[in-house]
């Protein structure tokens, strides 16, 4: 990598909403003429693309098809470097959405690892929903999947990690007492801050 990329690399680091930033990239890698830099200049702009339409826009499974395409001979330091992809798992007690993105988090000596200062807790960038959820499931993690991959509505559903991860505190903070109210529609309090709160919480509010 000669020191053009990577000073366009720092840029997106240092301001990862800038799309701006990424497309100038883009532009950049495909005037270098090369198979690898038209890819990755194919990815970002498909990345951009992609990353601005709702869910259920009728040309997303069309472009991310595209997109699955490209990042599969992409390498991996290269595409969490650029990602754009929304966090999961955060939490696999209370659902609750993580509101960061992968390019928004504190990177680590790993690539595929980055750090939420959120919710204090590693997050893993992974190639396919398989991997994620192994590492939902078994290890607890929060996790970040590559755009490219397809995806199946509910295909992160029903995951649960470790017991003993059940009760740590992942992203936000507990509800205010006045505002607990289960019953409310779309009620999804954030997590206990510590194992003992919601056991707490409970008995105050159930008398048990």
């Not at 595209?66 to 007690?93: Q, S, Y």
């Not at 200062?117 to 893993?124: F, I, L, N, P, Y």
């Amino acid at each position: 990598m000669n020191s053009d990329e990577s000073a366009f690399l720092a840029g997106i680091r240092a301001e990862p909403r800038d799309d701006l930033r990424r497309l100038v990239y883009a532009d950049w890698l495909e005037e270098q003429g090369t198979d690898e830099y038209g890819a990755k200049a194919e990815y970002l702009r498909l990345e951009v693309h992609v990353s601005g339409l709702p869910d259920d826009h009728p040309e997303r499974d069309g472009h991310i098809l595209k997109l699955r395409a490209v990042a599969g001979g992409l390498p991996i330091d290269w595409k969490t470097a650029v990602a754009k992809v929304a966090i999961e798992n955060c939490n696999v007690r209370w659902r609750f959405q993580c509101p960061k993105k992968w390019s928004e988090l504190a990177t680590t000596s790993e690539d595929t690892v980055r750090w939420c200062t959120a919710c204090r807790k590693e997050v893993h960038f992974c190639e396919t929903v398989e991997e994620a959820r192994n590492e939902a499931e078994s290890q607890g993690h929060c996790v970040a999947i590559d755009l490219g991959v397809i995806r199946k509505p509910g295909d992160m559903d029903l995951i649960r990690g470790p017991a003993e991860l059940d009760s740590e505190m992942t992203m936000g903070d507990i509800i205010p007492v006045e505002d607990f109210n289960p019953g409310a529609p779309g009620f999804a309090p954030p997590p206990p801050a510590n194992p003992g709160l919601l056991a707490r919480l409970w008995r105050r509010f159930t008398g048990k």
